[in-house]
């Protein structure tokens, strides 16, 4: 895989149609494992709310940094 970043002739030169294929496959893989770990967040996030709820405690009783 070809590392852009760095890369002084990239910055030099317009990225051919091969590159741009390149790089765009690599931003849909980076955006898919973003998706992956944004709905591992929410299923924790939602465990975690549902073992509160059974011990009583709502996000009212938890400390304001907890609460974004």
Known sequence: ??????????TNRELSTEDLKEFFGIFLAYKRQV???NEQVIM???SLSEALEKEGI???????????
């Open 35 to 37: 998706n992956e770990m």
């Open 58 to 68: 709502t996000l009212s009783d938890l400390p304001d940094s907890t609460q974004e």
């Open 1 to 10: 895989m070809k590392s852009f970043v760095g890369d002084v002739d990239a």
């Open 44 to 46: 924790i996030g939602n």
